[in-house]
């Protein structure tokens, strides 16, 4: 079983920065894949981003597309979400996601395309 924490969320002025968190208990975390969602309407979570476990594929929402920057450090089992020029609608909690990869699969961008879930974290934007 893998686990997954996030971590730095908080509550930012419209216009600032946060960067949020996503340890994972994973042995060989660069065997997987890891994403980022948010709440959407209905039950479903969006899609932000993902990245590939080796670093090397890195895939965002249009909706944050040069404004957020996934980045990860496998020697420390931890993904990254570098957030800039943050807008009220990204308010919500931030879910990271993760999935086992082989050389066939490629990076998920839906919900159902991941097994692991953390608890997620709060991200608050005030306009």
């Not at 980022?36 to 990245?51: D, K, N, S």
């Amino acid at each position: 079983q893998v686990q997954l924490v996030e971590s730095g969320g908080g509550l930012v002025q419209a216009g600032g920065s946060l960067r949020i968190n996503c340890a994972s208990s994973a042995r060989a975390f660069s065997n997987f894949n890891t994403g980022w969602f948010r709440p959407a309407q209905g039950t479903e979570r969006e899609f932000v981003a993902a990245i590939g476990g080796s670093s090397t594929s890195t895939y965002y929402a249009d909706s944050v597309k040069g404004r957020f920057t996934i980045s990860r450090d496998n020697p420390k089992n931890t993904v990254y979400l570098q957030m800039n020029s943050l807008k009220p609608e990204d308010t919500g909690v931030y879910f990271c996601a993760a999935v086992f990869r082989t050389a066939f699969t490629v990076v998920p961008t839906t919900e159902a395309g991941y097994k692991y879930w953390g608890q997620g974290t709060q991200v608050t934007v005030s306009s």
